[in-house]
């Protein structure tokens, strides 16, 4: 067994998007080949409904695929191909845009205001470009849940994971989503394929993440210099991007670590990049700007 090394980790990033919504997000529009297949990540956890009442009204997507977790609040869907429906708490949404959709998102807060959760774009290959766009809504009952004999929690929403598979099925990126709980002071292993990119999103306590007997500490992205000290430790909104190996080994601190683990087969292919839209050249960006610009963005049937 091999393990991994932790390559990086990063803070969150302030962000707004959509019509004014505040959000935090850990990558995108940059870094692609580290994360590959993977695109953006965004947490959009928030506790004061003028931060993202305004929603992400219509707006395009064409060659990739958008993963939305929610776990308080509700969020409000709509397409151009006449889909409509409400996320709640626990639910996710796969989409795939293919060769394009037009699609808005509108949250709603729970009962205290809360509106939590995240979005994660994959790529997808060019073969698959101008697929026909489709979506894969799961409701919280239908994702499995295992327990283990420490207490951790695994929910697996996509891929197989201790003995449980994900009900999100027929991804290009091939990816495990799963959400992980490991109780204060315990220490896991966690075998993740080797042939992977894989990343940890920590959204809820604190702790570790060793990359060998005798751990090397890893500086921030944040550090104010190359001399500061090094940050080993992780918290609430870090990102940890791990190298190649076959498993990974957590601590948890003293109020314990909850965190999305996410992998996926890297694509390898170029990136041409505006926006919701990602393709593999600048010719085939251009283009699908132009039909959008000319009303015949929309392929599918």
Do not use: C
């Amino acid at each position: 067994m091999s393990l991994r090394p932790v390559r990086q980790i990063l803070q969150t990033k302030a962000t707004m998007e959509g019509a004014g919504v505040r959000l935090q997000r850990a990558f995108g529009f940059g870094k692609t080949k580290d994360f590959d297949p993977f695109l953006l990540f965004d947490d959009f956890r928030n506790d004061n409904p003028s931060d993202y009442m305004a929603g992400f009204p219509w707006h395009p997507h064409r060659g990739i695929e958008t993963i939305t977790y929610v776990l308080a609040g509700s969020v409000e869907h709509g397409d151009s191909l006449g889909n409509h429906g409400v996320m709640t708490a626990g639910d996710v949404q796969w989409m795939t845009a293919g060769s394009g959709i037009l699609h808005q998102e509108m949250p709603k807060g729970d009962p205290q205001g809360r509106m939590h959760g995240f979005q994660l774009w994959a790529n997808l290959p060019a073969a698959l470009k101008m697929t026909d766009p489709r979506y894969q809504d799961i409701p919280s009952s239908a994702i499995p849940e295992t327990v283990e004999d420490d207490g951790t929690r695994a929910r697996v929403i996509s891929g197989e994971f201790w003995g449980k598979r994900g009900p999100v099925e027929g991804v290009a990126a091939d990816p495990n989503y799963i959400d992980i709980s490991v109780p204060p002071l315990k220490t896991r292993r966690i075998k993740v394929e080797t042939t992977r990119n894989a990343f940890a999103y920590v959204f809820a306590g604190s702790g570790t993440f060793r990359d060998a007997s005798e751990p090397r500490p890893v500086l921030t992205e944040q550090a104010a210099s190359p001399d500061a000290a090094p940050v080993y430790d992780v918290a609430n909104h870090s990102l940890v991007l791990f190298d190649r190996g076959d498993e990974l080994v957590v601590h948890a601190g003293p109020e314990g670590i909850r965190f999305l683990l996410v992998s996926g087969k890297p694509l390898e292919e170029p990136v041409a990049w505006y926006g919701p839209i990602v393709m593999n050249t600048q010719d085939e960006l251009r283009q699908a700007m132009r039909e959008l610009n000319d009303g015949k963005f929309i392929k599918h049937r």
